[in-house]
Every structure is written in C-alpha cells, then in structure tokens.
T-cell receptor, first 116, second 113 residues
C-alpha cells in the first residue's frame, strides 16, 4: 500500500520550453502533496506544499510563476516548470501524505529533468 | 523555520562494524523524525522513524534514539553490510507546521569489505 508514482521518470527539453511532471497516489487519498528538488550530491529541498482544491504554498525563494503546481484531485498533483533554463536541471521528487496520517510522507520515484 | 544539521557528511566502516549518524534540530515543536536511505537516482526510502513521545525505537539492525531536551536524534546501524552503502538523510517535521519535512544534509555511508 501507499504507492506514489511519478511521470515522466526522465525528460530532456530545450531551454525556454515548459515541462509538466505528474505525481499520483495510486492506492490512497493524498490530501497533501509536496514537491522537492534535489541537486547532485545535495539534500532534498522542499519547493512547495499543495493541498487538494487549494493554491499551493511555496517555500521562500521558489518562484510560484515559474513552478506552477496544481492539485486538482485527491490522487493527482502536477508541477509545471515554465520557460525552463539549464539551471532548472535537477531531480524533482514528489511525496504524498495520507488523509488522517501522522506525518509520514510517501515518495514518488523522481523525475530527472535536463534542460539543454 | 526548522533547521536540521547532520553529521558526519561521509562515513566509512568495515563490514560488520556499527555506524552512527547524528542529527540536531532547532524547532522544539517538531514531533516526527524519519530516517531515509537513498541510492543514486532513486527515491528516498523510509528505514525507520520515531515520534516525540518515544525515546528509542529498534527494527532489527537499525535503531533510532531521540533526546528531546537536547534536540538531537541518532541513527544506529549494527552489523553493517555492503548493501547498507547509500546516502542517509534525517528529517524533522511538526504537525503544527503542516507536516513539512526539513531534511538534513545527508551522510554518505560506505561499508567496505
């Protein structure tokens, strides 16, 4: 149980284009989903928290107009990197928390984004 | 906000020895402390967690201790094996803080034969 999928697993795009990443909770309802970014040899840094049906809450320093987050249902959240640039190249990981859970987050397998 | 520090950044042990990784946190409201193992290019994998109402928890070769007064918690791995080699992250969150996880900087553990 508590499986989270992420798609795509890997994407290469040209500078200036937009990329959408999907995060799905497959066997539970996720009232809250989190989006992280991880650069090589570094820790996971929280980008934003999204709650189903409401606007995402962004961490300090994360541009909300660049990283668009939508949490339209209890099983799906999407992250769109708009006008991607090479410095946006990173490993993007989502996680989901269950309704009524006690804080545990279930992580997706991650998306490797490379912007040329 | 919460700040989590983790030491050491790298740790090399001989197979069969024990490994200890330590973390400190700053927010006294934090009440959930998970530990993750991450292999290269993979998702973080929860290996053990502890809540603030417990001082110690053990699961086979892995144990975690929590000292709320000093605001630090530690991961102990006994009888290490080569497959334990990975990056380990500690994290902390609070219910009042929306359960947002703040991660430590990570420890690269290498278990040598």
């Amino acid at each position: 149980g508590a499986v989270v999928s992420q798609h795509p697993s890997r994407v290469i795009c040209k500078s200036g284009t937009s990329v959408k990443i999907e995060c799905r909770s497959l066997d539970f309802q996720a009232t809250t989903m989190f989006w992280y970014r991880q650069f090589p040899k570094q820790s996971l840094m929280l980008m934003a928290t999204s709650n189903e049906g409401s606007k995402a809450t962004y961490e300090q320093g994360v541009e909300k107009d660049k990283f668009l987050i939508n949490h339209a249902s209890l099983t799906l959240s999407t992250l769109t990197v708009t006008s991607a640039h090479p410095e946006d190249s990173s490993f993007y990981i989502c996680s989901a928390a269950q309704r009524g859970g006690l804080g545990e987050q279930f992580f997706g397998p991650g998306t490797r984004l490379t912007v040329l | 906000g919460e700040n989590v520090e983790q030491h050491p950044s790298t740790l090399s042990v001989q197979e069969g020895d024990s490994a200890v990784i330590k973390c400190t946190y700053s927010d006294s409201a934090s009440n959930y402390f998970p530990w993750y193992k991450q292999e290269l290019g993979k998702r973080p994998q929860l290996i053990i967690d502890i809540r603030s109402n417990v001082g110690e928890k053990k699961d086979q070769r892995i144990a975690v201790t929590l000292n709320k007064t000093a605001k630090h918690f530690s991961l102990h791995i006994t009888e290490t094996q080569p497959e334990d080699s990975a990056v380990y992250f500690c994290a902390a969150s609070s219910t009042g803080g929306g359960n947002k996880l703040t991660f430590g900087t990570g420890t690269q553990l290498k278990v040598e034969l």
